[in-house]
Nanobody, 114 residues
């Protein structure tokens, strides 16, 4: 399993960022994939997940309505569109093959600050 995240950066509150994850080494198109994050000094937190059909999605309450998870099975890519960012979204974001961060890559840093 290889997962490589990209697209992080610094944003002001209310702005948007789009994360991407390139997957290889496993059957991506048949796999449930999720985004998890880790804020400074805190543990891993599940953010959103998407099933292989690309239609069935799940979100933690604090991001529902602001974040959108999607996938492109032809490209083995996972995405996270993050709108209306808040300071509490600041974290290192990972894609993962489950909700616990298994197989996660190096992560991409998202910093939300005014």
């Amino acid at each position: 399993v290889q997962l490589v995240e990209s697209g992080g950066g610094t944003a002001q509150p209310g702005e948007a960022l789009r994360l991407s994850c390139a997957a290889s080494g496993f059957n991506f198109r048949d796999s449930y994939i999720s985004w998890v994050r880790q804020a400074p000094g805190k543990g891993l937190q599940w953010v959103a997940g998407i099933f292989r059909d690309g239609e069935t999605t799940l979100y933690r309450t604090s991001v529902e309505g602001r974040f959108t998870i999607s996938r492109d099975n032809a490209k083995n890519r996972l995405y996270l569109q993050m709108n209306s960012l808040k300071s509490e979204d600041t974290a290192l974001y990972y894609c993962s093959t489950d909700d616990r961060g298994t197989g996660r890559g190096p992560g991409t840093q998202v910093t939300v600050a005014s």
